[in-house]
């Protein structure tokens, strides 16, 4: 059908199986087809890189999904594969293979007559009962029926995923379908803290990054204004209200170029956003009991750690939680024989508890125990280990004169 992705593999093979190495104008791991069609003609790449439907990378097996198909009739595929020769270093060989694929005509299957056939339109969940040929629901500056011409994706800003969105490739006169010609690279790591009445956002990149947009909004179907953020890598983002979710989204900039965006994170900015922290011993640390009845030794806090946080706060803390948030206090634990805490309720926090092990056995038994606040913030759940013996002897070393 008109619209539908048509996956394209090739395999060079000699006696002993399959021959990775295949390269096109310096670039590896590549294939060029040629793809005629009624109205003009197509290129496409097919890589080793175990992402475009090739097996895995460098296993000889080159593909990828062909998706320009707008037109119904023939598609003749040509396909030539340069390597260099295994016989003869420094020498190349070549490898051709023709064929070809029918296609049936977009005008088939189009109950809103929009130009998008019902298949492709669903293939990204576009509605098929109304004319939403001029939307854009990706935002990479490519109307839908754009997309469908161009073989790109309505539901994905960087088809290729090569770092930049479509739309900026196309108005550069760049391939959207060809990764190696985007000029802005995939993000990094991306951190985003939402903190007392401030988002701060950190981002690690590419040198070739000139600016980093942030969008920032309050409702999850929308993208919200463009925030020009610079190229530090940090970033305080204070048009928010506390307890109010904002939902944020970055994308790169090299110059003109405009690259793929991230996931969208929500977060939620509060007067106090940091978990209590907190540990817990069973009998003050023992590695060994006699008994089921212990008594476990807890410590917590609410106030932020500084520097790395660690143990029940492992992802809180730290300095800008000092500098920014509140401390709420009022602390709350509860405790369990179970890490899925059946049964247990919150209780005042207390530096000794009376606690009885699990049912069983002689063995290694488990007790754990959270932490919250008087805001609610919840503690990762930490515990502690000891081991149980029914019958606990002491060996005493005896002297004989």
């Not at 593909?63 to 320009?68: D, I, V």
């Not at 410590?299 to 520097?307: I, N, Q």
Request: glycine residues 12%.
């Amino acid at each position: 059908m008109a619209g539908d992705a048509v996956p394209i593999v090739a395999t060079l093979l000699d006696r002993n199986g399959a021959i990775p190495g295949a390269e096109f104008f310096g670039v590896p791991g590549v294939i060029p087809v040629i793809i005629q069609k009624p109205g003009g003609a197509d290129i496409l790449f097919l890589w080793d890189d175990g992402q475009n439907n090739d097996g895995g990378a460098n296993d000889g097996v080159y593909g990828n999904l062909y998706t320009k198909t707008t037109f119904g009739g023939t598609y003749n595929v040509r396909m030539v594969a340069f390597l260099e020769d295994p016989m003869a270093p420094g020498q190349f060989l070549t490898r051709e293979w023709n064929g070809s694929l029918w296609v049936n005509g977009p005008s088939i299957d189009d109950l809103d007559k929009d130009g998008m056939p019902d298949p492709w339109e669903r293939r990204c969940k576009l509605d098929t009962s109304r004319d939403d040929r001029a939307e854009d629901p990706d935002h990479d500056g490519l109307a839908n029926i754009d997309e469908f011409d161009l073989g790109t994706l309505p539901c994905r800003a960087d088809t290729d995923r090569g770092g930049e969105r479509d739309g900026s490739e196309v108005n550069g006169g760049r391939n959207p379908l060809y990764p190696p010609d985007d000029l802005v690279r995939p993000l990094g790591h991306i951190n985003i803290a939402a903190l007392n009445q401030l988002v701060r956002v950190q981002w690690t990149h590419p040198i070739s990054y000139t600016n980093m947009i942030g969008y920032f909004s309050i409702d999850p179907e929308v993208l919200g204004d463009p925030e020009p953020m610079g190229d530090t890598g940090i970033f305080t983002y204070t048009n928010v209200i506390n307890d109010q979710t904002v939902y944020v989204t970055l994308a790169g900039e090299n110059g003109t170029a405009g690259g793929d965006y991230s996931e969208t994170e929500a977060v939620t900015p509060k007067a106090d956003p940091d978990a209590p922290s907190g540990a817990m011993l069973i009998n003050n640390g023992e590695s060994l009991t006699g008994s089921k009845s212990v008594t476990l030794f807890i410590s917590s806090s609410d106030t932020p750690l500084e520097g790395a946080a660690q143990s029940a706060n492992a992802h809180m803390g730290g300095p800008l939680a000092l500098q920014f948030n509140e401390v709420s206090g009022n602390i709350e634990m509860r405790i369990s024989n179970s890490p899925s805490f059946a049964g247990a309720v919150w209780e005042t926090l207390a530096p000794e508890k009376p606690w009885t092990l699990a049912s069983g056995p002689s063995g290694v038994y488990t007790v754990f125990i959270q932490f919250r606040d008087g805001a609610l913030n919840q503690s990762f759940v930490v515990n502690d280990t000891i081991e149980y013996l029914t019958s606990l002897q002491v060996y005493l070393p005896m002297l004989a004169k």
